[in-house]
């Protein structure tokens, strides 16, 4: 993964090891910022988000722990999770396209 900083974790037990995974997410929500300023004028190719690499592994990992351990990256049921989290206004600095005016979005984004 482009621009991830992994970090292994050993537990004081010596036996429990976590996997840290770090990026500088800024120079991706910025570039996501200003494409949100840029006219898409057809639905043909629209470019919808840009998502971090980190954010990809944070949401695996919690329908991992939801108890959905057999979903893998970048497979149909994982984009469908996608597609909810980037209609989410929660998660709407992720997108570089303007959605349609619905309730929970604003013209101004992170």
């Known amino acids: 993964m482009d621009g991830v900083l992994i970090r292994p974790h ?19 929500l910025e570039w996501n910022r200003q494409a949100r300023q840029d006219e898409q004028r057809s639905d043909w190719g629209r470019h919808v988000a840009r998502i971090p690499n980190v954010v990809y592994v944070q949401w695996l990992n919690e329908a991992h722990a939801m108890g959905n351990a057999s979903l893998r ?20 600095y992720l997108r570089t396209d303007r959605p349609k005016l619905q309730a929970g979005w604003s013209a ?3």
């Open 10 to 28: 050993l537990d004081s037990n010596g036996r429990e090891l976590a996997i840290e995974q770090v990026q500088d997410v800024a120079p991706i």
């Open 73 to 92: 990256l970048f497979t149909p049921e994982f984009d469908a999770i996608v597609q909810k989290k980037l209609d989410d206004p929660e998660w709407a």
């Open 108 to 110: 101004e984004l992170r």
